[in-house]
Structure formats: C-alpha cells, structure tokens
C-alpha cells in the first residue's frame, strides 16, 4: 500500500532538505539582525512610514518585538507566499507534468484507480511540508535563545502547524490546474499566477468596501502575526483551509477520472 506515496516522497525528501537548510538559514540570520534592529530609534515612526498596502499585505504590526520582526521578516513572506507558490507549483506537476511527459498512460494500465494514484502522489507532498516546518522552528527558536530574546515556544510552534492547512490548500490548487491542464509549464504557471494574484487580493481589498471578497483566498486564514505577537490561534481559519483543500482535492480527483488521457 502507498507505494506511489514513498516513491514520490523518497524523491522529494533530497530537495526538501535543502529547501528547509536555506529556510532555516535564512531565519537564523533574520534573529541574528533583530538586536541590533531593535536597538535601533523610532521604528515605530519609521514603520508607520512604510505604504498602507505593503502593510497589509504582510502584517506589520510590530518590529520592536522578536515576534512582530519574525512574523513580518520571516513568515509573511517565507511561509505565506514563498512556499504557498512553492507548493501550488510542485502539485501543478503531478498530473500534467506525466501526461505531457506520455508517462500517464503507463501509469495508469497498472491495477490501480486514478483516485489512488493521484491522492497518493499528492500526500507525498507531505514530505516537504514535515520537513520544513520541523526543521525552521528548531534553529529559530535556538537563534532567538543565542541572542538573548525570548519567543513563547507555544506560539512558534502554532504558527507553523497553522502553516500546514495554508500550505495544503495552495497545493490543491496547483493540483486542480494539474489536472485541467495537460502542459506542465502551463499548469505552473497558472497555479503560481493564481496563488499570487489571490495574495494581492486580499492585500487590495483590505481596509475597503469589498474586503469581504478575501474571504475567498486562502491568505485570509493564516496570520502569522496575530500568532507571533497576539498569541491568538485561528483555528476556525484551519478547519475553513482544511475544508476547502477537502473540496478542491475531491474535484480534482473527479474531473480527473473523467479526463481523457491522449
């Protein structure tokens, strides 16, 4: 059982070790700079001056704080659109990429359903998804320890398993592309071009008369800061991610057992 599950996470497990080693590396210069920014006079006047939309969009709320600095330097920007467009971009490949490739065909003359074999090669995106937000939290909650600040263990762990239901829904929209989409490069395009452009909608709107509209986007149910520097857990905004990667997964699969293969 799982057989294609360990062979496409065997496969993914090398890159994912480097992609959390850069993370990670990243994060740990990211502490090593916050005393010295933090040292640093009126940056509250000096944040108060930045554009009300780059404040938006990545929540800036706080860099006197470790938690305000990391949740506006770290995950805003590394976790809610890096690999939210990291994830959306690898699941784009799972279907198409094998039928562009004339792979799909063999694939499928095995004794297995497409339901299967598509769920199965999507949970191998598990594997990333385990490895970096096991991997970041260690080396920044030891980073913040080193330079003599203090983080709430609990809050930095719920911001990366919050991460999770996020990270996953923007897979199952590459997945759905994937499987609408029989190129490749066409499918990650699209997935990448739509997971950004639901990020800079939600940053739009915020603040307006249509700010009800980012309700549609995943980014509206992940904060980072409000973890980080409230200490508040969105917990209704997980089950919201998780049902709607539940829904986009489901169809998927469907429109995927109609698809004709050429």
């Known amino acids: 059982m799982l057989e294609f599950a360990r062979y496409d996470g065997r496969k993914r497990l090398r890159g994912s070790l480097v992609m959390a080693a850069g993370l990670a590396a990243f994060a ?12 640093m006079d009126n940056i509250d006047q000096f944040v108060e001056a930045y554009p009300e939309p780059l404040i938006e969009a990545f929540g800036i709320r706080s860099l006197t704080t470790i ?28 279907v198409a990429g094998d039928v562009e490739d004339e792979r799909m065909d063999m694939l499928l003359s095995l004794p297995v359903s497409r339901v299967r074999l598509v769920g199965e090669r ?5 594997v990333p998804l385990l490895v970096v937000n096991v991997v970041t939290p260690v080396v920044v909650y030891a980073g913040v320890q080193f330079v003599d600040a203090s983080i709430d263990a609990a809050d930095l762990v719920a911001v990366h398993a919050l991460s999770v239901p996020y990270l996953l ?11 609408v989409l029989s190129r490749e490069s066409t499918a990650q395009r699209a997935a990448l071009g739509s997971v950004f452009g639901l990020f800079l909608l939600e940053s739009a709107l915020a603040s307006t008369d249509l700010e009800w509209l980012g309700a549609l986007t995943p980014m509206r149910y992940y904060d980072p800061t409000a973890v980080l520097v409230d200490g508040q857990y969105d ?19 469907l429109l995927f057992r109609r698809k004709d293969i050429q």
Do not use: H, M
């Open 28 to 39: 740990a210069l990211i502490v090593w700079v916050y005393p010295s920014f933090s040292a």
């Open 122 to 126: 999507f949970a191998a995106l598990g």
């Open 67 to 94: 938690g305000g600095f990391l949740a506006t330097e770290i995950y805003s920007f590394g976790w809610v659109i890096l690999l939210g467009l990291y994830f959306a971009y690898a699941a784009a490949s799972i």
């Open 235 to 253: 917990l209704q905004g997980a089950t919201v991610l998780l049902g709607a990667t539940a829904v986009l997964l489901a169809g998927a699969l």
């Open 169 to 179: 829904a923007c897979a199952a929209i590459g997945l759905v592309f994937s499987v």
